[in-house]
């Protein structure tokens, strides 16, 4: 079998296996991301797995570059992409991208067993903090959003269904006020 045909029938495979399960993503065709944990869990990660040309015979790439891994040390990220890569080299030749995200599940709390979060919103807010000083007042005012008065936010509410959405149909078209003109229209 060719390679492409090789990875045809591993994205069908995933997307099956996958289907509803919300932290499965696929960024392309050729490209996919795995939430590791639960979304509150401070030891989650994200891993992204993307094939090459010639995958399944040569390795994919993975990653860990996610904004999503920013509290992870890079000490922990290379920890967890050398024991991935020991799992690629065993697998190598054979689909390995469901292989490698169940691995990295099975295996998440020796992963992250060192793992001390990093506390990105202090070094954030000293940077801005340092850089504050720096710049100097603008004179130019932000655009504002738009604001709605109380009377419009109703209005909208009541057009729109919990998410947000027109109800179906909203802009059709009555037919029997359109055969009631059209009526007098013909006398």
């Given at each position: ?7 045809e ?37 994200l ?102 008065s ?38």
């Open positions: 079998m060719s390679a492409n045909e090789d990875q029938m591993e994205l069908e495979a995933l997307r099956s296996i996958y289907e509803g399960d919300e932290s499965f993503r696929e960024l392309s065709p050729v490209s996919f991301q795995y939430r590791i944990g639960e979304n509150g869990d401070p030891k989650a990660f891993i992204e797995i993307s094939w090459t040309e010639t995958y399944p015979q040569t390795p994919p790439i993975l990653s860990m570059n996610a904004f999503f891994n920013n509290t992870i040390s890079s000490a922990v990220k290379q920890s967890i992409l050398a024991k991935l890569q020991e799992a690629v080299e065993a697998n190598l030749g054979t689909a390995m991208t469901y292989t490698l995200f169940e691995y990295a599940k099975d295996n998440k709390e020796q992963f992250m067993e060192h793992h001390n979060p990093i506390n990105s919103a202090t070094s954030i807010s000293n940077i801005i903090s340092i850089e504050t000083p720096n710049t100097a007042p603008s004179s130019k005012k932000k655009d504002k959003k738009e604001q709605l109380k009377a419009q936010k109703r209005k909208l509410a009541d057009k729109t269904d919990h998410k947000g959405e027109l109800p179906r149909g909203w802009n059709w078209v009555d037919v029997v006020k359109l055969s009631k003109t059209g009526s007098k229209d013909d006398e």
